[in-house]
């Protein structure tokens, strides 16, 4: 996966997996908008991260079945590290 902070935008942009076109957007989740490609959500754009972060992810993650303890963590790290792309190498979950 990989993971942007523009700070100048203050978005942070998480791309799940490499695609060339989405189908679909679902922003019902107020300043977060999810990319959805055969019905997956492949990219996490977050507009504004000063409040609410961890909240939008949480809701994010349970409204597409997606891990929020990754979403978390990648955010993060990309607030860590702005303005520039990271990549990500996500494993299995030890306790599954």
Do not use: C, F, N
């Not at 939008?56 to 891990?67: D, P």
Request: aromatic share 2%; charged share 25%; proline share 3%.
């Amino acid at each position: 996966m990989k993971v942007d902070y523009d700070s100048r935008a203050d978005t942070i942009q998480i791309v799940l997996q490499p695609i060339d076109r989405l189908e679909r957007d679902d922003a019902e989740v107020s300043g977060a908008i999810v990319g959805i490609r055969e019905g997956v959500a492949v990219t996490v754009d977050v507009i504004g991260t000063s409040s609410g972060l961890d909240r939008r992810l949480r809701v994010v993650a349970e409204r597409h079945g997606l891990e929020v303890v990754v979403l978390s963590a990648s955010a993060h790290a990309a607030l860590a590290a702005p303005d520039r792309e990271i990549t990500l190498v996500v494993g299995p979950d030890a306790a599954s």
